[in-house]
C-alpha cells in the first residue's frame, strides 16, 4: 500500500497546434481573435442605447406654496380679478375684487413632505354677473435633493372655459408633475429659477408671465387633469350663484426626474451592452475554431504539453 502510487493531481492532455505567421492556420487565428474583440462592439454600438445620453429616477418633492396667485375670472361683460401682487392690482383696480382664498398642505404619511394641496378662491358675485372662463396661476417652492440637487420658483397654472354662464363652481383636480425639456446634468446643484419672482415686473401684461415661465426648461404642470363645472359648493345642498368658487386638488406624487448620466454610469452601462453580445460571439468562434482545428482542416505542427504515458 506505501508502495502504491496516488493520483493526487489530474489535468488533460494538452495539444498545442503551432503555425507559421504567415500560413493559413495563423492569419485564421489572427482574423478570428481581432473578430472576437471587434464584432461584439460592433453589434453593440448598432443597436439602440448603446452609450446611454439619459437617465432617470423617482424622487418626492419637497413643495410648499408661497401664498402667492393671480386669479381672474371673465363671464358676459364682466372681469374679475385679485392678486397678491400690489402692482398688478394697482393696475387693474378697475376690475379688482377682494375674494376668499383658503389654502391648505397635506401630509398623509407624516413624513415632513406635503403629498397634497387644496386651495379655493371665491370671488363674490353682484347682481347678474357670471363666471364663464377662469385663469389662475399659483407659485410654490419646489425642491428636489436625491440624486440631483434642484431649488426652483415653480407655478401651477389654470386656464378652464365653459360656455354655459350658470355655474358657481370650477374644480380642478390632478397630480403635480416635473416637466423638462432638456436633461438635467449628474452633478447638477440648479438654482437658476430659485432666484427670481414669476410676477416681478408684471406691468399688467399676464401673457408675458405665462411666455417666461414657459420657455423655462424646468415647470411643473397638471398631468392627468379632471375639471368640473357645477352649480353645488361643497356641504352647501343649494346652489350659490352669489359667489364663484375655483377649488384646486393636487397630488404630489413621485416624479420622474430626467438626467444627463456621468462618465461611470455610461462607461458600465455600454460595457454592460458589450459583455452580452461578446459571450454570444465568443460561442460561435469557440464552435467555428474547434471545427476548423479540431478536424485539422488548415495544416499545423502538433506539440503535446507531455510525453504520453511518462511517469513524473
Same mark, same amino acid.
Given at each position: 500500500?506505501l508502495?502504491?502510487?496516488w493520483? *493526487?493531481?489530474?489535468r488533460?492532455?494538452a495539444l498545442?497546434q503551432?503555425?507559421l505567421?504567415? /500560413?493559413?492556420?495563423?492569419l485564421f487565428h489572427?482574423l478570428?481573435? !481581432?473578430?472576437l474583440?471587434? %464584432? @461584439?462592439?460592433?453589434?453593440?454600438?448598432a443597436?439602440?442605447?448603446?452609450w446611454?445620453k439619459?437617465?432617470?429616477?423617482y424622487e418626492v418633492?419637497?413643495?410648499?406654496?408661497?401664498h402667492q396667485l393671480?386669479?381672474?375670472?371673465?363671464? @358676459?361683460g364682466?372681469l374679475l380679478?385679485w392678486?397678491?401682487?400690489?402692482?398688478w #392690482?394697482?393696475?387693474? /383696480?378697475?376690475?379688482?375684487r377682494l375674494?376668499? *382664498?383658503k389654502?391648505?398642505? !397635506?401630509?398623509?404619511n407624516y413624513d415632513?413632505i406635503?403629498?397634497?394641496f387644496?386651495?379655493?378662491?371665491a370671488?363674490?358675485? !353682484?347682481? /347678474?354677473?357670471s363666471?364663464? &372662463?377662469v385663469?389662475?396661476?399659483?407659485l410654490? $417652492?419646489y425642491?428636489l435633493k436625491?440624486?440631483?440637487? %434642484?431649488?426652483?420658483e415653480t407655478?401651477?397654472? !389654470?386656464d378652464?372655459?365653459?360656455s354655459?354662464?350658470d355655474? /358657481?363652481v %370650477?374644480?380642478?383636480?390632478g397630480?403635480m408633475h416635473l416637466a423638462?425639456?432638456? @436633461?438635467l #446634468? &449628474?452633478?447638477? &446643484?440648479?438654482?437658476?429659477? #430659485?432666484?427670481?419672482?414669476?410676477?416681478?415686473d408684471?406691468n399688467?401684461d399676464f401673457?408675458s408671465?405665462?411666455?417666461?415661465y414657459h420657455?423655462?426648461n424646468?415647470?411643473?404642470?397638471?398631468?392627468p387633469?379632471?375639471?368640473f363645472?357645477g352649480?353645488?359648493?361643497?356641504?352647501?345642498? $343649494?346652489?350659490s350663484l352669489? $359667489?364663484?368658487?375655483?377649488?384646486?386638488?393636487?397630488?404630489?406624487?413621485q416624479q420622474?426626474v430626467?438626467y444627463? @448620466?456621468g462618465?461611470f454610469?455610461t462607461m458600465?452601462f455600454?460595457?454592460v451592452q458589450?459583455?452580452?453580445v461578446f459571450?454570444l460571439v465568443?460561442g460561435?468562434?469557440?464552435v467555428?475554431?474547434?471545427?476548423?482545428?479540431?478536424h485539422? %482542416?488548415l495544416d499545423?505542427y502538433c506539440?503535446y504539453?507531455?510525453?504520453p #504515458?511518462?511517469?513524473?
Amino acid at each position: 500500500m506505501l508502495s502504491r502510487r496516488w493520483t *493526487v493531481h489530474r489535468r488533460a492532455l494538452a495539444l498545442k497546434q503551432r503555425a507559421l505567421p504567415l /500560413s493559413l492556420a495563423f492569419l485564421f487565428h489572427a482574423l478570428l481573435t !481581432v473578430c472576437l474583440w471587434v %464584432l @461584439p462592439f460592433l453589434i453593440a454600438f448598432a443597436t439602440p442605447s448603446f452609450w446611454v445620453k439619459e437617465g432617470y429616477y423617482y424622487e418626492v418633492p419637497r413643495t410648499h406654496f408661497k401664498h402667492q396667485l393671480v386669479a381672474m375670472f371673465e363671464g @358676459p361683460g364682466t372681469l374679475l380679478t385679485w392678486s397678491t401682487v400690489p402692482e398688478w #392690482n394697482s393696475l387693474q /383696480s378697475a376690475h379688482l375684487r377682494l375674494p376668499s *382664498v383658503k389654502a391648505r398642505e !397635506v401630509d398623509n404619511n407624516y413624513d415632513g413632505i406635503t403629498d397634497e394641496f387644496h386651495a379655493s378662491v371665491a370671488m363674490p358675485l !353682484v347682481g /347678474s354677473e357670471s363666471i364663464t &372662463h377662469v385663469y389662475a396661476m399659483l407659485l410654490f $417652492q419646489y425642491d428636489l435633493k436625491d440624486r440631483i440637487r %434642484l431649488a426652483m420658483e415653480t407655478a401651477i397654472y !389654470v386656464d378652464e372655459a365653459n360656455s354655459a354662464g350658470d355655474h /358657481s363652481v %370650477l374644480t380642478v383636480q390632478g397630480d403635480m408633475h416635473l416637466a423638462q425639456r432638456r @436633461p438635467l #446634468n &449628474h452633478r447638477a &446643484h440648479r438654482t437658476i429659477y #430659485n432666484t427670481t419672482d414669476l410676477f416681478e415686473d408684471m406691468n399688467g401684461d399676464f401673457a408675458s408671465v405665462l411666455y417666461k415661465y414657459h420657455i423655462r426648461n424646468e415647470t411643473t404642470q397638471i398631468y392627468p387633469k379632471y375639471t368640473f363645472w357645477g352649480t353645488y359648493d361643497e356641504g352647501v345642498p $343649494q346652489p350659490s350663484l352669489s $359667489q364663484f368658487k375655483l377649488v384646486l386638488q393636487l397630488k404630489i406624487p413621485q416624479q420622474r426626474v430626467i438626467y444627463q @448620466p456621468g462618465f461611470f454610469e455610461t462607461m458600465k452601462f455600454g460595457w454592460v451592452q458589450y459583455m452580452a453580445v461578446f459571450w454570444l460571439v465568443w460561442g460561435v468562434f469557440y464552435v467555428v475554431r474547434w471545427a476548423v482545428f479540431g478536424h485539422f %482542416l488548415l495544416d499545423t505542427y502538433c506539440v503535446y504539453d507531455r510525453i504520453p #504515458n511518462k511517469d513524473f
